[in-house]
Structures are given as C-alpha cells and as structure tokens.
C-alpha cells in the first residue's frame, strides 16, 4: 500500500485535474464594473486617428435675442482688467510663462489663460490665506518640466493668488520683482 493514497482523496485529484484541463467559461466584465460608461471609446495610440471628442458646432440660422446670461466665475473670468493683461505680456516675455491666471480669495477668477484645471491649487491657498494673516508662495510641478508658482500678492482689489505656470522654478528675487508688479499694477 502507498502511504499518500492513505489520507489523499483520488477521485477528488481527478476532479481537479479535469478542471484544470477543461477550458473554463470566459466571464465578461461590463463597462460600468470597470469604471468607464457607456459613453467611454477607449484609449487611442495616436490621437489624430480619433474622431473628434466635440464636434463642430454650425451657428443656427436665425437665433432669438436674449438677456445676457451671467456665467459663474468659476468657468469665466468675471473682468479682464488691462493691468492683468500686461503683467501676464510681462510673465510670458521674462519667465517663459506658458498660462497665468488671477484669484481673489473669495475664488472668483480675476484673470485667466485657459488654466481652470489649475484654480483647485490657488483656491486652497486663498482659502488657508482668509484663515492666517499671510502664507509664502507654493511651487507644484504639473507635468515634466512645467512648474505650478501660486504667488500670495496684495493688489488694489485686495489679495490676490497669481498663478503662473513655468519651465522653471522662479527665483526668490524673480518672485519678489512679480509681487512688486502686481502692487503696482
């Protein structure tokens, strides 16, 4: 007598192996298991072989006129003061600046270059500013070789968050020189 057979159980090693060998059933997950809707078309590997993710829109033909809507100030700037507009000329020509953007501490976007995936940033530093009497300037790096600077900075309409996006780290000098133009603009 073979000592394994005593306290192995054979007719259950056969039914393990015939699963083993017998191609099992394949499950499907559904698009809402993994995350993704209904309206998800997968990842592509060259990006000018998609279709477009917003297609054209025509203007209509003949459009009632309307009263103004007023957009909240989180998806639009709410002014566009020209004292904005040139020391944002002056970022892009001195720091290489790719994206600025102005807040206020209540949030509301003062000024703004196409960076809203960045205010999050600057509106947590607005908020902690309300909290504490002053709060020193914060570097994020936001993709291999762009840097996030949130500049605290006191202006004519109050404090004010500057967000510039750079190649490079600023200087302490470089960022003592903007808070200087931002109080004086």
Known sequence: MNPIDTWVDTDEIRRLAQRLVTPAKQ??????ESGFGESFVGFAENPSKTAPLCPPVSAPVSAPVSAPVSTPALELPSTHTPAFESLAN?????????????????GQVLFDEGSAHLHFAARGMALNWKIRDRVKPVRLLVH???FLELVPAHHAQGRLILGI????????STLSTIREKIALS
């Open 144 to 146: 291999a070789g762009q």
């Open 27 to 32: 499950t499907t997950t559904s698009t809402n």
């Open 165 to 172: 996006v750079v190649p490079q780290a600023l200087q302490a």
């Open 90 to 106: 002056w970022l892009h020509g001195n720091c290489a600046a790719t994206a600025v953007f102005v807040i206020n501490l209540d």
